[in-house]
Structures are given as structure tokens and as C-alpha cells.
């Protein structure tokens, strides 16, 4: 692979500042995504998965802010850039899709002008050529009557119409990077596969990289080629999305694939309950010192409740952050 | 139904000011300001003088007719004024916060503070009267409760999705508060805007009833009634015709705004469908 990647965060951290005191809601996270690449970030809700991701689009606000560590698009330190250069970013280079498909468009605007509005933004299209595109661009999502449509506002629409008019509006401007943070988690689990499927062959059609964050390893791992695990703040595992189902090497990765229901297991090994895992993840302002994830950890050790445990390779590209790993 | 009831019958009413106003030409059935004539001076209403005549002898119904036009025309556009200085302010203080905020929110709480009838009266001292000053005068004293609801609007909307996602899009700040926030706050802003015109006609009464707003021999309904004051008991038809005319046009723009008020809100929008 020749030149930088497409986008390279190393050693991020993010702090919370509660007042009289600055805590630390993301550590030390580092990870790479190439072009065209499939990447996903998996963890409870809490974790610092969300921060993250609007860490790399400069969005962060007060009272979170990047406290050290460095995120690199193509090469180009984002928190150096001009708040023009990122804006220029935002939507056009690096382009982001949410969660709440009901509340993520406006109410009082047709979806077509919303989409079209990338275009007259991005691209600098007269309206005239940017409504055109528009309808291309639901017809490329696979709204059915794309010209009907384009005029309806988005209360009339359903979730998964709406999240497919996400989709458009993110990838309007042809994106190299798609982040997208819990995609389908409001909708039906029948729409929620076509969602994903729709996603992913876009973003495969055109070379756009997808960054997934969800709380849904199953569905991650279905989507990335790679998958990084975060808890309470820290990527605890990276691992390609075919060996974490048969070799995780870290103990939170094994409890989030042991609380996943599998067809099949249960008709093989008789009636089996699910395994969660116990405890709760620990508030932002009193992790635990150690490997954080040390109170809920069978396997914990005195040393995971003093030290934090170091990065260690695996083969593959894969890392894990565990003082038990063999 | 009667969630319509009340926008119809201010819809109707504000629509027959306005008819009134702009036809006043061809309605009137003489000159308001230059048919004088003492022979006819404080003829009761008849056939020939419907709302009767003054103590120079001239028709109050011509006077009534072309006092729309004045009464009117300052009722819609100080409130516009309003409005727009209101939004403007509002909307900019609550997106960008920070002193920009405090600023406008001392200005805000001045302006409420001061009775506005009063400042409009300051500023027409200052002005001198006439049609100009007192455009000015009610265009710069009434917008503090539009600031505030656009300000409002403006905090609640901010954590939207929509807005956050706009932002996570690459809309720029202007972008944002015109695409985004201005219209998704347009229900109560023009609701707040009917109801202002409202009072903005009243205040108009009020000002030149005090002889600081329109100056005679011009016909404003407010100064008609100053004029009338004197012979309110000889010569009633003088103060009741105008007074009607204050009275239905501002109860036509409050239940206009009641009306709105009811098909803007979104959740009886979102009953209706």
C-alpha cells in the first residue's frame, strides 16, 4: 500500500471536563483504516465509541475536547486544519450517517432538497442540476418513484425510506470515508439487512471505507473485515471479523460472543441459557485503576487491578490488551 | 370543526380591512380630507351620510375607509420590523451563545422593562410626528417577545438531529440557522407576528390619539377618535365608528393568530394527520 492511510488516529485521547476535574473518557486508541476499507468499532454503550467517531470529523464539542494523540485523514493532522478546511471535509470527504433516521432530517424540508443541498454545497451545483442529481441519487438507494418521492417530507416516509435517504444524502458527494454510528439499531430487524446489504455494496461499488460503530458485534462482523473492541474507554482487541467468533483473545471479547445467540448451538448442546457478563460498565469518572475491565473479569489477576496491561501483537494485523493472553 | 372556526372569522375580517384599505379609493364616497362642508357639519348616520359627518361637514365613512390604509399599513410593517430585528437577534444569541447571548438578552430585558408605549412616545418626541417616525417608533419597541421566542426556539432546536447532522454534513453556521432552525421556528414567529400587528394597530391609536402619531386633517382611526373626543355625547357617531373600526380589525388579527396558532402547532399537526 502506497502512501498514507486514509485515515490514522494514534494514541487518541479524549477528556471530559466535570467541573473541577479533567477525566479521561477515551485512552490511548489507535487504529488505521485504509481506502475502501471495512472497519468496525464494537462496545457497550458508554464505552467512547460515539466521541470517537466525532472526534475524526473535529466535532467534538465542550465539555469533551481531544486532549492528546493525533488524527491523521490522508495523512493531515484534523485538529490542525483550518474550521473552513473541516467543514470542507464534513460531508464531502468524510461523510456520517446516525442512528435516529426519525429526527436525523429535517421535518419542514423535502428529502430531495435536502440531498440536492450537498451538491449545491459541496459541489457548487445550481439547484436546477442538484435536484436532478437528487433523484438520481434515491434511485441509486433503491427508492422506488424517486421523482415522487424526492417531493415528500420526511414524516412521510418510513424508517427504513428515511434511512435510505441517509445513505443518499451521505453518500451524495461520493465520500472516501462513511461513518456510520449504529445504522439501524431503530429499525426492524427485516429492513435493518437491507440497510446494511444497501450500505454495503454502495460503499463497495464506489471505494468508500465504512467506519460501523454499534453495540452489535454480530451485525459488525457480518459488515467489517475488521473489528476493534472497545470497553470503558480503550480498545481492548483488533482482530480480523473472521477469526473473533473462533479465536478472541481477550476475556470482554469472549463474554460479548458468548452473550450472542447462535442457530444451530442451541438444537446441539441442548437447552442452553445465554451467558451475559456480569456487572456494569463503570461510570466515565471512576474507572477502575489496572485493565479496566478487571471487576467484571473472571480471569483477573492481582496484576490487572494495579497495572494496565501493554498492546500485544497478534498475528494478522490483530492486537489485544490483556495480561493473560498467552 | 372548530379548530377553523377562529381563523376563519379572523381571516375574513383581517381580509376585509385590507379589501377596505386598498379599494379605499372607489369605496370612499367622498374626499376624507378635503370635502369639507359646514352645511352638513354633525349630520347623525343616514342613507346619505352612513356613518354621519363631523363638525367640518365631512363623511366619517370616507374618513373610516381611508384610515384603513393608515392604521394598516403601520400595523403590518412595524410588526415586520419587529420581526425581523426580533428573529435576527434571537436566533443569533441562542446559536452562537456566549457574551453575543448576554448581550442580547440585556437588551431584551431593557426593552421589556421599559413600558413600550412610553419608548414609542420618547422616540416620536424625538422624531416629530407622522407616518415615517411612527414606523420607527412601534418598528423598534415591540420585538423583545419575538427575540425571545426565536431565542427559545433556537436552544430547544439546536439538539436536534437534523441540526447536528447539518453540521456533521458541512453546513456552515449561517447555513445551519437559515436552513435548518428558521424554518422548523416559523409557526410560532408568525403567530407572535399576527398578534403583534395587532397591538401595533392599537398603539397606533393610542399615539395618535395622544396627537403624537398621523396629524389631522389626515385620517387615522386614532386620531378620529382624538378629534371625536369632544363630542363624544353631542355627537357619538364620531368616536364609535372608528372605535369599531380599531375593534374589529384587532379582534380579526388575534383570532388569525389563535387560528394559526392552532394548525402551526405540531402536535395538532400531527393529530390532523
Redesign the interface.
Known amino acids: 500500500m502506497t502512501g498514507p492511510p486514509l485515515i490514522e488516529v494514534e494514541d487518541l485521547r479524549i477528556d471530559l471536563d466535570a467541573g473541577s476535574r479533567r477525566v479521561a473518557a477515551v485512552e490511548g486508541v489507535s487504529f488505521r483504516i485504509e481506502r475502501g476499507e471495512t472497519f468496525g468499532l464494537v462496545g457497550e454503550s458508554g464505552c467512547g465509541k460515539s466521541i470517537t467517531a466525532l472526534a475524526l470529523i473535529g466535532l467534538l464539542r465542550h465539555p469533551l475536547s481531544v486532549a492528546a494523540g493525533a488524527i491523521r485523514f490522508e495523512g493531515r493532522e484534523i485538529q490542525r486544519l483550518a474550521a473552513a478546511e473541516q467543514r470542507d471535509l464534513r460531508g464531502n470527504r468524510i461523510a456520517m450517517i446516525f442512528q435516529e433516521p426519525m429526527t436525523a432530517l429535517n421535518p419542514v424540508s423535502p428529502v430531495g432538497r435536502q440531498i440536492a443541498e450537498m451538491f449545491v454545497l459541496h459541489k457548487g451545483k445550481s439547484w436546477r442540476e442538484a435536484n436532478q442529481l437528487a433523484v438520481e441519487a434515491l434511485a441509486s438507494v433503491r427508492v422506488p418513484a424517486p421523482e415522487r418521492r424526492a417531493k415528500d417530507y420526511p414524516h412521510q416516509l418510513s424508517g427504513g425510506m428515511r434511512q435510505r435517504v441517509m445513505i443518499a444524502i451521505a453518500l451524495a458527494c461520493g465520500p472516501d470515508l462513511l461513518i456510520a454510528d449504529e445504522p439501524t439499531t431503530a429499525l426492524d430487524v427485516t429492513v435493518q439487512a437491507e440497510i446494511v446489504e444497501l450500505m454495503r455494496n454502495l460503499c463497495a461499488e464506489r471505494g468508500t471505507a465504512i467506519l460501523m460503530i454499534s453495540h452489535d458485534l454480530g451485525l459488525v462482523a457480518n459488515v467489517c473485515r475488521r473489528v476493534a473492541v472497545m470497553y470503558a474507554g480503550r480498545i481492548v482487541e483488533v482482530r480480523g471479523s473472521d477469526e473473533i467468533f473462533r479465536a478472541c483473545a481477550h476475556p470482554y471479547t469472549q463474554g460479548l460472543v458468548d452473550s450472542l445467540p447462535r442457530l444451530g448451538t442451541r438444537a446441539a448442546l441442548g437447552r442452553t441459557r445465554l451467558r451475559e457478563i456480569a456487572g456494569v460498565v463503570p461510570a466515565i469518572a471512576d474507572f477502575p485503576s489496572g485493565c479496566r475491565f478487571n471487576p467484571r473479569c473472571a480471569q483477573a489477576t492481582e496484576i490487572c487491578r494495579t497495572t494496565a496491561p501493554e498492546t500485544a501483537w497478534l498475528g494478522g494485523g490483530g492486537l489485544v490488551r490483556c495480561h493473560h493472553h498467552a | 370543526m372548530k379548530l377553523g372556526t377562529s381563523l376563519i372569522i379572523g381571516a375574513v375580517l383581517f381580509a376585509l380591512a385590507i379589501i377596505v384599505g386598498v379599494l379605499a379609493p372607489w369605496l370612499a364616497h367622498t374626499d376624507p380630507v378635503m370635502d369639507a362642508n359646514l352645511m352638513n357639519a354633525e349630520e347623525p348616520p343616514s342613507w346619505i351620510w352612513w356613518f354621519g359627518t363631523d363638525a367640518q361637514g365631512r363623511d366619517i365613512y370616507s374618513r373610516v375607509v381611508y384610515g384603513a390604509r393608515i392604521s394598516l399599513t403601520v400595523g403590518i410593517v412595524s410588526q415586520l420590523v419587529n420581526s425581523i430585528i426580533g428573529v435576527t437577534l434571537g436566533l443569533s444569541a441562542g446559536y452562537f451563545g456566549g457574551w453575543w447571548d448576554d448581550v442580547v438578552n440585556g437588551l431584551t430585558n431593557l426593552m421589556l422593562a421599559i413600558p413600550s408605549l412610553i419608548f414609542a412616545l420618547a422616540i416620536m418626541a424625538v422624531l416629530g410626528p407622522g407616518l415615517t417616525s411612527l414606523l420607527i417608533a412601534l418598528g423598534l419597541t415591540n420585538w423583545s417577545f419575538t427575540c425571545r421566542i426565536a431565542r427559545a426556539s433556537t436552544l430547544s432546536l439546536k439538539s436536534?438531529?437534523?441540526v447536528?447532522?447539518?453540521?456533521?454534513?458541512?453546513?456552515?453556521d449561517l447555513?445551519i440557522m437559515i436552513?435548518?432552525l428558521l424554518?422548523?421556528m416559523?409557526g410560532p414567529i408568525i403567530v407572535i407576528g399576527t398578534l403583534g400587528m395587532g397591538s401595533a394597530v392599537l398603539a397606533e391609536a393610542s399615539l395618535s390619539f395622544l396627537g403624537l402619531g398621523i396629524r389631522p386633517p389626515f385620517p387615522s382611526w386614532g386620531s378620529m377618535l382624538s378629534e371625536a373626543r369632544d363630542q363624544i355625547t353631542t355627537a357619538p357617531w364620531l368616536s364609535i365608528f372608528p372605535g369599531l373600526a380599531i375593534f374589529l380589525t384587532v379582534l380579526g388579527l388575534n383570532l388569525l393568530g389563535d387560528g394559526l396558532r392552532d394548525i402551526l402547532d405540531p402536535q395538532s399537526r400531527?393529530r390532523r394527520?
Do not use: E, F, K, M
Not at chain 2, 447536528?164 to 456552515?172: I, T
Open positions: 436536534q438531529g437534523y447536528q447532522a447539518a453540521r456533521v454534513l458541512g453546513y456552515g447555513r436552513t435548518q424554518p422548523n416559523l400531527s394527520i
